[in-house]
């Protein structure tokens, strides 16, 4: 094949930019059809096994989504292939390449994890760089794959019926290589069990030494990545839609939502994204919790004071020594209050 005929084979599968995303040949991966809404413009790409919404800005993952359920993942798997591949579909300058993780000390983190692939096409697509997101090595390998990845594969295993899970990440924290691949600063995991009409998401810092926290609300992670998944939660069981019940009873009183940031130290990037949340009037108030680091504590409030008009509130918690637990005693979170 010469290289024209090569040229006009490529083009023919490419896809759409759009901010709407259709998936047109794999809308059953979605409940009830329903896709996603965002204002984020990317290319929606379709999979045996799973979808992909993809950033051409980002070099990766908006979402993905899998329809995955207990018989499939109990079912035999595939060797695993370790075959990273350049995705052909996205136009070349909208790809990340295999050279920009190169040495970057950062893992390919999966999206859609190969372990969850039960088909010799699924376990191959599922190293497309497509499905990558520039993840902290200790955090792939540790917290992310065996307290949030393993956590749901044995909740699907024991649920009735089909579970739906998107995963995505957020922020900035800089890039990788020559395509510019985005750094998240969060990664999160939404699980949805149709037949209870639940759904709840882990939320992890990007980072080796991201600690476990409780799941948030379906609401909660709309509220801070800014997609809509469109899923039916059941009002009387979901927390999110009795938050819901009391905003309406409270009416303007109740406070938004929060989210933290954690600074082992003072990070300009950080602290830029919080300006410019605060910029955009989303936030009410910031309250910085230290245990022993006071001077990285003033240090972040006196930045935050300066360049924007908010109530910024100190507050030391110690919590007590423990042989059994360890404490990021010297790390500083800033809990941002939204309105």
């Known amino acids: 094949m010469n290289w024209l005929a090569k040229l006009l084979l490529l083009s023919t599968l490419w896809v759409p930019l759009s901010a709407l995303a259709l998936f047109n040949e794999c809308q059953d991966l979605f409940p009830a059809q329903q896709i996603p809404t965002t204002a984020q413009a990317g290319r929606d790409l379709c999979f045996d096994d799973f979808a992909i919404y993809y950033s051409p800005i980002d070099k990766k993952p908006i979402y993905t989504v899998e329809k995955l359920n207990g018989e499939q993942l109990q079912a035999p798997h595939p060797r695993r292939t370790n075959q990273f591949y350049e995705e052909a579909r996205l136009p070349f300058d909208e790809r ?136 039916p939660i059941d009002s009387g069981d979901s927390k999110s839609n009795k938050q819901a019940e009391i905003v309406k009873s409270v009416g303007k009183q109740l406070m938004g939502g929060w989210y ?20 955009s009037g989303r936030v009410a108030s910031i309250q910085i919790q230290y245990d022993r680091n006071e001077e990285l504590a003033q240090k972040l409030a006196q930045e935050i004071l300066a360049q924007g008009s908010i109530q910024v509130t100190l507050l030391q918690s110690s919590p007590p020594d423990s042989p059994a637990v360890s404490y990021e005693r010297n790390r500083v979170t800033a809990i941002v209050r939204t309105k």
């Not at 040495?103 to 499905?131: C, I, K, W």
């Open 96 to 231: 990340s390449l295999l050279a920009d993780y190169r040495g970057s000390g950062y893992d390919r983190g999966h999206n859609v994890p190969a372990g969850d692939m039960t088909r010799e096409r699924g376990m191959a697509q599922s190293f497309s760089l497509a499905n990558m997101m520039p993840q902290a090595r200790q955090n792939n390998q540790g917290i992310w794959a065996k307290r949030v990845e393993e956590p749901t594969r044995m909740y699907i295993k024991r649920a009735q019926g089909d579970i739906y899970v998107y995963t995505g990440s957020t922020g900035q924290a800089g890039s990788l290589g020559k395509s510019k691949v985005s750094i998240p600063t969060h990664i999160y995991k939404l699980v949805y069990d149709p037949a209870k009409k639940k759904a709840w998401a882990y939320w992890i810092e990007n980072t080796d030494e991201a600690q476990m926290s409780p799941p948030i609300t379906y609401a909660e992670l709309v509220q801070r990545t800014g997609i809509d998944f469109h899923l």
């Open 260 to 279: 933290p940031v954690f600074f082992d130290q003072l990070s300009p990037q950080k602290v830029k994204a919080i300006i410019s949340d605060i910029q």
